[in-house]
């Protein structure tokens, strides 16, 4: 018998557990309050998991309770802003989710960035589970959306992440000001 292990592009327990927590964050972060969260993560928690499943509930739970902390700290309001949060946290899932919301209602570059951003998000998301080659081809369209836009891209490192992106960096670049989501 093997090992069971998070990885959501395999095994539905993990996609159901990752997307499930997600889909409690909006709640969470319009309440200031991570009682939607612990309420999906009781409830997963109550199934007697293995190990893995466990991990990345308690990593995920203590990373929702400090971007929250984050947030409300430095006053994050929009979804970008609360985005660059969870992107330094290296929640890139949550990054994704976040900033889809927003993606459906903007126009223009600031669709065509945010869209670039959860690309980039999608190819650490990738990385993280070994699919560098679907990882590589998120990245190269995220790069040219970025440069394309290059002008309106404000408030976070573009540099040092269209570095990374180009580089096919595994280790994701912090976009916030040094310190700030620390």
């Known amino acids: 018998m093997t090992t069971p292990r998070f990885e959501p592009f395999q095994d539905r327990l993990s996609r159901d557990i990752r997307n499930e927590l997600s889909a409690a964050l909006p709640l969470a972060l319009?309440?200031?309050?991570?009682?939607?969260?612990?309420?999906?993560?009781?409830?997963y928690l109550q199934q007697s998991l293995a190990a893995p499943y466990v991990a990345y509930i308690?990593?995920?739970?203590?990373?929702?309770?400090?971007?929250?902390?984050?947030?409300?700290?430095?006053e994050a309001k929009d979804a970008l802003s609360r985005a660059l949060v969870f992107w330094d946290l290296e929640l890139f899932f949550e990054v994704h989710e976040i900033l889809e919301q927003a993606w459906h209602g903007a126009?223009?570059?600031?669709?065509?960035?945010?869209?670039?951003?959860i690309r980039a998000a999608g190819f650490y998301?990738?990385?993280?589970?070994?699919?560098f080659e679907a990882g590589a081809k998120m990245a190269g369209r995220a790069v040219a959306a970025l440069e394309k836009n290059r002008q309106n891209c404000t408030g976070f490192a573009l540099e040092t992440l269209l570095e990374s992106l180009q580089n096919l960096d595994p280790v994701p670049p912090k976009l916030l000001p040094q310190g700030l989501a620390h």
């Open 30 to 43: 319009a309440t200031n309050d991570l009682a939607p969260v612990r309420d999906v993560a009781e409830w």
């Open 107 to 117: 126009r223009g570059a600031e669709k065509e960035i945010l869209q670039a951003l």
């Open 58 to 74: 308690e990593a995920r739970l203590a990373g929702y309770a400090k971007a929250l902390a984050l947030i409300a700290r430095t």
């Open 125 to 131: 998301i990738k990385g993280e589970y070994g699919y």
